[in-house]
């Protein structure tokens, strides 16, 4: 059974189910990156499962621009600039997980967990409710 850092729920959604759906999946993610600190093969495991975290991540924001952009959403700027941010912060966590810096993996669970709540939960509900209108 994996550690959770973070549980799916209502609070989370954001009521467009494909999105709603990338969310759970990029969540899951994260909560395989957070289990897999301290154990055996940790260092070999945390590359793997940032590497997912960062494919999955540019997967989904494509995936959330290419909506936002169908609907005409008026922030869409500001999002593909907040996207972008955080895709070169997870790169530059790769970089340091690969050069053994691997202690720093709780610092990287924390910030991908505090982002991932302050962007669903506040940004993604604002193209949501545009949408739902």
Known sequence: MIM????????????VAAMDEQ??????????????IGKSDMKK????????VLEYTKYHFSEEEKFMESIGFS?????KSM??????????????IVNSESLMSV?????LKDWLNNHI?????????????
């Open 4 to 15: 959770e850092l973070i549980k799916w729920g209502k609070d989370y959604e954001i009521g």
């Open 75 to 79: 922030e869409l700027e500001n999002q």
């Open 107 to 111: 610092s990287v669970t924390n910030e």
């Open 121 to 133: 939960k506040v940004e993604d509900k604002k193209y949501a409710e545009f949408y739902l209108k």
């Open 83 to 96: 996207h972008k941010a955080l895709t070169e912060k997870m790169i530059g966590f790769k970089n340091r």
């Open 45 to 52: 495991n945390l590359e793997l499962t940032i590497n997912e």
């Open 23 to 36: 969310h759970k999946k990029w969540i899951g993610i994260i909560n395989k990156f957070y289990d897999t």
